[in-house]
């Protein structure tokens, strides 16, 4: 409390400002991913209900491996935010260049995982029924980890040197394309084939090619990175490079494998309660997962503008950024909490006719509303903590609050207590709040006094972070 007291107002104000200008495209980048996961199961389920059973199956296990890839990139935003704080502008292009390849290795392991990801169908136990289908989609979409993990490595230069519109742009773009691209390969238009679920995995991942390709000619044809060269060669592998990106960028993967688990394995376990859990759980946590886009958002630019305060050396900056960052977050999440909280069963209707999935979303609804709060610190506390590259730390903390804490607590509840869906829900808030109070605390350890100077940078890859 005493280093929030400390901090300047007018600075604060300042920093409020700058952060919103920041976080607002990558929410809308956000929403617009989002919008895709919503465009698939939209057209898949109006094909008929086994292609949405096995677009939904398979999507649950392609997020597991994209969480994977995509939080290893994060390692870029950072580390160039860093560099751009510092004014090491001439060591940015070969970073980018170095992720290209981090890039290339991780799809050639997404693209494996995703065609092989049978045994894992059998062991979550999905119907034999479905698991053709849901392999056919993994197998047509595997070919788009190319353009997903380059489409990051383009995001993670942008964003860090604190130009966040090409999210935006871009996000917008890869929606714009999935929705005749779904409509077209699902129904089987122009004289094609109908290929269902198959067709919705080829969908995305021409989607997610043609991202890629419009990003970068958008980045080598414009002004703004021409003195990077960002596309004049490219380098051989550098490990050290390599190295340094791995090192900050495989716990926050892990991070978010931990988080992702914890819901996807909610999902499964609640799915043993009936068809009224598993809707009105579906409900709740689709409305809880647009309104998490947009701490998301405020994380994504709170982790740039701590790191580029943190390359430039420039201590009270960094703190400001972060607490300013944890402000705006307790005012947005006050927003989506009232609404969840006054409106349940408006909102449950919307989506449901059913009065049995109505009355049981609404409940959802009202323990996610208490959960928005616990939701917004731990991810922005996350995003402040990545912009000093400390990401071992948060990585355990993660991981024992969701699967020491929330985990174990949701399914006694659930199962042992006789609480059902409820139950695990009142784990999901106990998860999350642990992540919370943990992540807080240790943002504001690292913030007191120099601690925060002893974070690996470019010149000393290999030394670890202050635990």
């Known amino acids: 409390m005493s280093q929030i007291l400390a901090l300047d107002r007018a600075h604060f104000a300042r920093d409020i400002r700058a952060t919103v200008k920041l976080a607002l495209p990558l929410i809308a980048g956000q929403l617009s991913a989002v919008g895709m996961s919503a465009v698939d199961v939209a057209l898949a389920g109006h094909y008929n209900a086994h292609t949405l059973a096995a677009v939904a199956v398979g999507a649950n296990v392609w997020v597991l491996g994209l969480v994977s890839a995509v939080g290893v990139m994060m390692a870029l935003s950072p580390s160039v935010a860093q560099l751009d704080g510092a004014r090491r502008h001439a060591e940015i292009g070969p970073l980018f260049r170095q992720a290209l390849w981090l890039a290339a290795g991780l799809s050639v392991l997404l693209w494996f995982g995703a065609r092989h990801a049978l045994l894992l169908l059998q062991l979550l136990g999905v119907d034999p029924a479905l698991r053709a289908d849901a392999q056919a989609f993994l197998r047509a979409l595997s070919w788009g980890a190319p353009g997903l993990c380059g489409y990051f490595a383009l995001r993670g230069l942008c964003e860090g040197t604190s130009w966040t519109r090409p999210t935006m742009l871009f996000g917008l773009f890869g929606l714009l ?118 701490p998301l958002g405020l994380a994504l630019a709170v982790t740039v503008r701590v790191g580029h305060a943190a390359g430039r050396g420039d201590a009270h900056g960094l703190r400001c950024a972060g607490y300013s960052g944890i402000a705006l977050t307790l005012v947005t999440q006050a927003v989506s909490a009232t609404l969840m909280l006054t409106l349940p069963h408006a909102i449950a209707h919307v989506y449901s006719g059913d009065p049995r999935v109505i009355a049981l979303a609404a409940q959802l609804l009202v323990l996610a509303g208490i959960f928005q709060f616990s939701d917004g610190i731990q991810v922005v506390s996350n995003g402040a903590l990545r912009g000093l590259k400390d990401t071992r730390m948060p990585m355990l903390i993660t991981a024992f609050a969701y699967w020491g804490v929330g985990m174990p607590t949701g399914a006694w509840l659930a199962f042992g207590a006789g609480y059902g869906v409820r139950g695990m829900w009142v784990g999901l808030i106990a998860g999350l709040t642990a992540a919370a109070m943990l992540l807080l605390a240790r943002w504001m350890t690292q913030t007191r006094g120099e601690r925060w100077r002893r974070t690996p940078t470019l010149r000393n890859a290999t030394e670890a972070p202050l635990a």
């Not at 929705?179 to 198959?198: H, Q, R, S, T």
């Open 177 to 294: 394309v999935l929705v005749p691209l779904d409509w077209i390969l699902i129904y089987g238009k122009f004289g094609l084939p109908a290929l269902g679920a198959e067709g919705s995995g080829i969908a995305n991942a021409l989607a997610l090619w043609l991202q890629l390709l419009a990003f970068a000619g958008y980045l080598k044809l414009g002004r703004r990175y021409r003195a990077f060269g960002l596309f004049t060669r490219m380098e051989r592998p550098d490990w050290h490079l390599i190295g340094h990106l791995l090192w900050i960028g495989v716990p926050m993967a892990v991070t978010l494998l931990m988080e992702a688990g914890l819901f996807v394995v909610s999902a499964l376990l609640i799915s043993r309660l009936g068809t009224v859990a598993i809707d009105g759980h579906q409900i709740a946590i689709n409305v809880a997962s647009v309104t998490f886009m947009v």
